[in-house]
């Protein structure tokens, strides 16, 4: 199967069975959102959702945050992986969102990416979700289940294999495309036991055809 068919065959069927997908961080405003994307990064959704409750109560917007020290910040955060990093980055985050952009959440994400504990992947996912720009982060989850698939080749990192997805998914549908392929490489695609009797997209996965 050529990739351009390959990549109109899955969009079609991910269209049609998910035609609103979402982020499973749950969050209320940009900033909380920004919030969740730093804790989240090698931790779990439900375990963010289980700490993001008590976070925001004790600090509700960026300048509650900014005024923290790390170490109370840590202390609502350390079950979550990396606390010790993270605190910093959160409170970080929090002083130059407040200074910078006076506490307004930027659209861009050479701007975001000014933010401490955002990287490209995490500014790729606020712009996306928040401002539904077409930007496409790319995880673990991602990069793995394109190239398992077949919509990407020889992508040897995830700036990689962005480019790759970008190039033939239509504009509008990138920022759906992240959740999409996080969805199905959570749930269906797995990394070390994927399901394959229960994917709506085998036929046309290039794994799944060498597995027949």
């Not at 976070?55 to 170490?71: C, I, K």
């Not at 955060?77 to 969102?97: D, E, F, Q, T, W």
Request: charged share 25%; hydrophobic share 35%.
């Amino acid at each position: 199967m050529r990739k351009e068919e390959r990549f109109r065959k899955v969009i079609e069927y991910f269209r049609r069975e998910q035609p609103f997908p979402e982020t499973e961080l749950r969050y209320k405003e940009p900033y909380e959102l920004i919030v969740a994307v730093i804790l989240s990064a090698q931790c779990t959704d439900k375990r963010v959702n289980a700490i993001t409750p008590v976070f925001f109560s004790r600090f509700p917007d960026p300048a509650s945050l900014a005024s923290a020290s790390v170490e109370e910040v840590y202390e609502v955060i350390k079950s979550c992986s990396y606390p010790n990093n993270k605190s910093r980055h959160l409170v970080g985050m929090a002083r130059v969102l407040t200074e910078e952009f006076n506490g307004v959440v930027p659209p861009d994400t050479g701007l975001l990416q000014k933010l401490p504990g955002i990287g490209r992947k995490g500014a790729n996912v606020i712009a996306s979700v928040v401002y539904n720009m077409p930007a496409l982060a790319v995880d673990t989850h991602v990069h793995r289940v394109a190239a398992r698939i077949g919509l990407t080749a020889n992508a040897k990192t995830p700036l990689a294999t962005e480019k790759q997805l970008v190039k033939h998914i239509p504009r509008e549908l990138i920022s759906k495309a992240h959740h999409w392929l996080i969805l199905h490489g959570r749930y269906v695609c797995k990394a070390r036991k994927p399901l394959c009797g229960d994917c709506g997209i085998r036929d046309y996965c290039r794994y799944y055809g060498k597995k027949k």
